[in-house]
């Protein structure tokens, strides 16, 4: 499970609103004298983050808690974001170009163009509607799993 700490906003039923700070890597690296990602951290700041979560343990407004999702549910959503539209595009192209040969017009390669873009706007389409039934869903869902004492 993946944790991260962050403070309580608000509550909403069984959920509550929970402001994180994103990390970067460069705070636990021993070479980030030397690094040029840890210099732009640094410059670009510290980002803040606003998440829905579960919340199992009753924390109240103004709470440090310890959130965790789950790696697998992570692992599946970039998957899904990152993969399924470039298939998609590949695939459509590979059909786009086919047809545009099959029609005798000329290479293919505006059928290519035209059929991978479309594609490409199907499946982000797809996705949008398929991550709407996983937002229901605990398993993808971060969770406040304690609270932490300052």
């Known amino acids: ?31 980030k004298k030397a690094c040029g990602s840890a210099v732009l951290s640094n410059v ?10 579960i919340n199992k343990v009753e924390a109240k407004v103004g709470d440090r808690v310890i959130l965790g999702l789950n790696e697998s549910a992570l692992v599946k959503g970039a998957f899904l974001l990152y993969a399924i539209p470039l298939i998609a595009l590949i695939v459509f192209a590979v059909i786009g170009d086919g047809l545009g040969r099959y029609f005798q017009a000329g290479t293919g390669d505006l059928w290519a163009i035209l ?12 996705l949008r509607r398929y991550t709407k039934t996983l937002n229901c869903r605990e398993h993808y869902q971060p969770v406040i799993v304690s609270i932490t004492r300052m």
């Not at 944790?3 to 909403?12: A, C, D, I, M």
């Not at 700041?45 to 606003?50: E, L, V, Y």
């Not at 059929?115 to 797809?126: A, E, K, M, Q």
């Open 115 to 126: 059929f991978s873009g479309l594609g490409f706007l199907l499946s982000v389409l797809l």
């Open 44 to 53: 670009l700041g510290i980002k803040r983050t606003r998440v829905k979560a």
């Open 1 to 31: 499970m993946l944790k991260e700490q962050g403070t309580v906003l608000g509550l909403e039923g069984d959920m509550a609103w929970v402001e994180t700070q994103r990390m970067s890597a460069c705070q636990v690296c021993n070479a």
